[in-house]
């Protein structure tokens, strides 16, 4: 797998309406990882280290991440991404299998086998 994913949310590829949608919801225009580590563009700034919360859902059309960057006084950040075919979806298809594939087996550290 590799290790750097640029994933672009882009609102104005979907239909009208879910691009409304979309916008008013993410406030995040860019996910990427690099190195193990999960970053956000927020509002056109900088991307910054983000940790996704439990509560996040993925799933293969739809998922909801709930992330927050590592300064504790800043809010959560909801991010909807989309792929339900062509006409209906913020997020390209390849990316966004590779960042699901990531959010799910990437993350995790695997523990080294004990040697008693």
């Not at 996910?31 to 056109?44: F, H, N, P």
């Not at 792929?83 to 990437?106: E, H, K, Q, T, Y």
Request: charged residues 25%; hydrophobic residues 40%.
């Amino acid at each position: 797998m590799s290790s750097r994913i640029d994933l672009q949310l882009r609102p104005e590829s979907a239909r009208p309406w879910l691009s409304r949608v979309l916008f008013a919801c993410n406030g995040v225009t860019r996910l990427m990882v690099e190195q193990g580590q999960l970053y956000a563009g927020i509002r056109a700034g900088e991307p910054e280290p983000v940790s996704v919360a439990n509560e996040s859902r993925i799933g293969r059309h739809l998922t909801l991440l709930k992330i927050r960057t590592r300064d504790a006084r800043s809010q959560s950040h909801l991010v909807v991404l989309v792929d339900f075919g062509p006409r209906f979806r913020n997020v390209a298809s390849d990316d966004f299998r590779r960042l699901r594939m990531w959010l799910r087996l990437g993350q995790t550290r695997r523990i080294p086998a004990s040697t008693i």
